[in-house]
């Protein structure tokens, strides 16, 4: 008698150790990235105190300081959700730095020639869009696997962007005759509702449309079927090829809208504005917890993640010299590919 | 390709050529017809001089090729092969510059050459480890691992020489290995390095088990696996042969230049994977050769050349390398469909 109860007890004790350990494994899975972003905060603005006082002028948690950095991460922040949802879908998306380039080119072009800013930006996205669509036709169409396909539209991007930039010339900008108009770079740096630009909240915008989009259409669920298992999402009557081309067509937009961004913020149309974009993107999805195989992410986790990246590389600046970031960013790429790989890990065997 | 048939003509079959060969084929008479095109446009381009210049200038991208190659034919990228020619380059000067220099750029460990040598080796090694660990054991996704490492490899080049380069307070010895002429001719001791590094790999691929357990890893991981092939063992192995190809090329680059600079290398591992992809090696793996990277390079190479003879703008060799790709991709896809029908 008395050993079977013993047994039982040890039984249940087991039991719910593992289910505790399940819980928490589950908890980190889902909030560890906003533990992340809190804590490096906390890092920066301990690490600046002895030189500044907090909330002083200075500091890492100055008013102007955090306008700044968030003005500074637009481009990525609007970029980040739509790169979320098509690896969510399994695919993957090279050419988004060469996009940003050109449609700051593009943009940048249509602005000194005299066209309004609500038509220039319109036209630009739109132009995004065909971009997008552009790799969404060789991957769907032609069947060439994405790598290779956003690789090649990586290279052609870049090219025309550089050939529509007259010889002798970086960039877009006001020269002669030719000035940059009066509101260019209003969009990406004058504050228009707590001290933050427009493209900040374009950016928020576009990440709640894409949160919706994600929770609440058949778009959102249907890009994770396709991730999660082509195959059965074809067997079961989902037209896979049209969701991967709306999710490009999607991407080039935000990519178009990055570009305007950046070139807004610069005033001026640098065709190389965009370059290492993809591997910022990647990084940031990755942070934010998203599967690299496809069927699993969320686009505001890869939001948050943006703010990780931006406020670290910025806020590194106040530490050490410029020449560590290359070295830091590697060694977080590697850091949370791992996590990732032990968390999932963890949380899969637990539940099972 | 249904079995029937073949059995039937099993004669046939024997005479008929694998589809490897028939793209590598393929591969190399697309080469041919490009050169032969660009020497009806372009002046001054069919040339003895310029035949070998198409190789000889691209020596260090055909070098990484070697080791990209055998890690694409098993299912596995490599993205680190620029980071290490930095990284290694880098490292190569800073053992050897000696003690006590004016700055802190200019003063190094004063090794003796040879261990400087060992020890930039060593780095690259050590990278191509870090690869094999994340890759085999944690089984992260190669490419996210080797963009990772690529970044870590140029990151350390770009502390150690504080993102500019070191070039000064080097033995004299250091600039002999990148510019000594073999000989008495006027080919350099890199290209040389290239060759016998093409003629090995072919060995290997074709001739030796390692080879061939490469292509069946690639086209099967789990029926390798199952039949007792330690895939771990061999990924590490293509790993490190990768690294140590990419650390020798960047000692040998920092040599020629006398310098360690972060940013050599750049950009090189995307040209790799460009060559090796045009030369018909599969992404998925389990497909392609090293003589198919080859003339892969060729392609590159005529293509952007016959640019700068065309006294193009240099903008031009970005769409040109994008319509290169596209074409050699679609023609091959398009070639082993019909083939197989």
């Not at chain 1, 609500?118 to 060789?138: D, E, K």
């Not at chain 1, 961004?261 to 001026?268: D, K, V």
């Not at chain 2, 993102?163 to 010895?173: F, H, V």
Request: proline share 2%.
């Amino acid at each position: 008698m008395k050993t079977v109860n013993l047994m039982s007890k040890s039984t249940t004790f087991v039991y719910s150790r593992t289910a505790l350990a399940g819980q928490v494994a589950q908890f980190l899975r889902n909030y560890y990235i906003y533990f992340v972003l809190i804590a490096i905060i906390a890092f920066l603005s301990a690490a600046n105190l002895d030189r500044f006082d907090l909330f002083e002028r200075g500091n890492f948690l100055y008013e102007k300081n955090i306008i700044n950095i968030l003005r500074v991460s637009a481009p990525i922040l609007v970029l980040a959700g739509a790169f979320t949802l098509l690896m969510v879908s399994g695919y993957i998306d090279l050419s988004v730095g060469s996009t940003m380039g050109l449609s700051a080119v593009i943009y940048a072009m249509l602005a000194i020639n005299g066209m309004p800013f609500w038509s220039a930006f319109a036209i630009t996205a739109l132009c995004g869009a065909l971009l997008g669509a552009f790799n969404g036709l060789l991957v769907v169409r032609f069947k060439i696997t994405p790598v290779i396909a956003t690789l090649i539209t990586l290279s052609l991007f870049k090219g025309i962007a550089l050939l529509l930039v007259q010889d002798g010339v970086s960039a877009i900008k006001s020269m002669g005759d030719l000035r940059m108009p009066q509101w260019f770079n209003a969009y990406g740096r004058e504050g228009v509702l707590m001290g933050l630009p427009m493209a900040f909240w374009v950016a928020v915008g576009v990440t709640i449309v894409l949160i919706v989009l994600q929770n609440r259409s058949l778009l959102g669920k249907y890009a994770a079927a396709t991730g999660g298992n082509p195959t059965a999402a074809k067997l079961s009557g989902i037209n896979t090829s049209k969701i991967v081309f709306i999710l490009y067509a999607i991407v080039g937009v935000c990519a178009a809208l990055a570009g305007i961004a950046r070139a807004s913020f610069m005033s001026l149309g640098d065709p190389l504005s965009g370059d290492g974009m993809e591997l910022t993107a990647i990084l940031v999805v990755l942070i934010g917890g998203t599967a690299f195989s496809g069927g699993e992410g969320k686009v505001l986790r890869s939001f948050i993640g943006a703010l990780i990246i931006m406020t670290l590389t910025l806020g590194m600046l106040t530490l050490v010299p410029a020449y560590y970031q290359t070295l830091v960013i590697g060694a977080v790429l590697l850091g949370a590919a791992a996590s990732n790989h032990f968390i999932s890990k963890k949380g899969q065997t637990l539940s099972e | 390709m249904s079995v029937s048939i073949k059995a039937n003509k099993t004669l046939f079959a024997n005479r008929r050529i694998s589809d490897q060969m028939y793209i590598t084929l393929l591969v190399a008479s697309v080469a041919t017809c490009l050169f032969l095109i660009a020497s009806v446009l372009v002046p001054n381009f069919f040339q003895l001089q310029n035949m070998l210049n198409l190789v000889t200038n691209n020596w260090a991208v055909i070098s990484l090729g070697v080791g990209v190659t055998f890690l694409l034919v098993s299912g596995n990228f490599d993205l680190s092969v620029g980071g290490i020619v930095a990284l290694s380059g880098v490292l190569s000067v800073w053992f050897a510059q000696s003690i006590g220099g004016a700055n802190a750029l200019s003063t190094g460990l004063g090794l003796p050459y040879w261990l400087a040598l060992l020890g930039a080796l060593g780095g690259a090694l050590a990278i191509g480890a870090l690869n094999a660990l994340f890759v085999v054991k944690f089984r992260i996704p190669s490419i996210i691992v080797t963009l990772g490492t690529m970044m870590v490899a140029r990151g350390i080049a770009q502390v150690i020489t504080q993102g500019s380069q070191r070039n000064t307070n080097l033995p004299d010895e250091f600039g002999v290995l990148g510019s000594l002429k073999v000989f008495g001719t006027s080919i350099q001791l890199p290209v040389v390095f290239m060759a016998a590094l093409l003629m090995l790999a072919i060995f290997i691929e074709r001739k030796m088990l390692f080879g061939r357990l490469t292509y069946w890893i690639g086209a099967n991981p789990t029926a390798a696996r199952l039949s007792g092939i330690d895939n771990a063992k061999h990924i590490t192995y293509l790993y490190l042969f990768s690294s140590a190809i990419a650390g020798v090329v960047g000692i040998l680059l920092s040599s020629e230049f006398q310098s360690g600079y972060s940013n050599r290398g750049m950009l090189m591992e995307f040209d790799a994977l460009v060559i090796a992809l045009l030369g018909g090696i599969a992404i998925a793996g389990g497909f392609g050769s090293v003589i198919g990277m080859f003339f892969g390079a060729i392609i590159l190479a005529v293509v952007t050349s016959a640019a700068t003879g065309l006294t193009l703008s240099p903008d031009w060799q970005f769409i040109l390398k994008a319509l290169a790709v596209f074409l050699a991709i679609m023609a091959q896809t398009w070639a082993l469909t019909r083939r197989n029908q």
